[in-house]
């Protein structure tokens, strides 16, 4: 499992300040997967796949954390 920390995906003047978002996750496809669900605007999912491939993965240590599959904070504008 990984914590991946990216950036908004909703460009400006949609977006006025874009935003932040942090996902655990197995993969890329499950990031993606998290968001299109987290997304309150299906016309930028396009571009979903694009700011999880240039997010921060980290990886996680298997003993010391919850590791459900989750969004676990976001801050969107």
Excluded: C
């Amino acid at each position: 499992m990984k914590i991946y920390i990216g950036d908004y995906w909703v460009p400006f003047p949609v977006s006025e300040y874009g935003g932040t978002w942090t996902v655990i996750a197995e993969n890329d496809q499950q990031v993606i997967d998290l968001l299109k669900e987290l997304s309150y605007d299906e016309e930028y999912h396009d571009k979903i796949p694009n700011a999880v491939e240039n997010a921060y993965a980290l990886v996680l240590h298997p003993e010391y954390v919850d590791h459900t599959p989750r969004v676990l904070d976001h801050f969107f504008t």
